[in-house]
């Protein structure tokens, strides 16, 4: 599945961004659909997933600012971003159908997704 991100921008400390990952087939039937980030220098971070059950996960760090949700009558899954902090600041990728059970310990493994998006940049200024 080929995957577009957007919505992502310039925002000030404490605001909130949303984004959109267009997919380019049905998401009813991908296992799991995620988002991870990443700055230079270091690392693919885990950012949050959520099952085709609608179950949800969370990197310590986003949770209650964060809200991962998935649409599949339009394909698509956002990512409710609320609360931000420059440290959020990332190029942010989203990911689809994982390899493997459908875990929380597996979704946080970028290797273990089959497809990627192009990212967004997401810019959190102090």
């Known amino acids: 599945v080929q995957l577009q991100a957007f919505g992502g921008g310039l925002v000030q400390a404490g605001g909130s961004l949303r984004l959109s990952c267009a997919a380019s087939?049905?998401?009813?039937?991908?296992?799991?659909i995620g988002w991870f980030r990443q700055t230079p220098g270091k690392e693919r971070e885990f950012v949050a997933s959520?099952?085709?059950?609608?179950?949800?996960n969370y990197t310590d760090s986003v949770k209650g600012r964060f809200t991962i949700s998935r649409d599949n009558a339009k394909n698509t899954i956002h990512l409710q971003m609320d609360s931000l902090k420059p440290e959020d600041t990332a190029v942010y990728y989203c990911?689809?159908?994982?390899?493997?059970?459908?875990?929380?310990?597996?979704?946080?493994?970028?290797?273990?997704?089959?497809?990627w998006g192009q990212g967004t940049q997401v810019t959190v200024s102090s």
């Open positions: 959520i099952s085709s059950g609608g179950m949800t």
């Open positions: 087939k049905s998401t009813f039937n991908i296992n799991a």
């Open positions: 990911v689809a159908g994982l390899y493997g059970p459908t875990s929380a310990d597996n979704a946080r493994n970028a290797n273990n997704f089959a497809s």
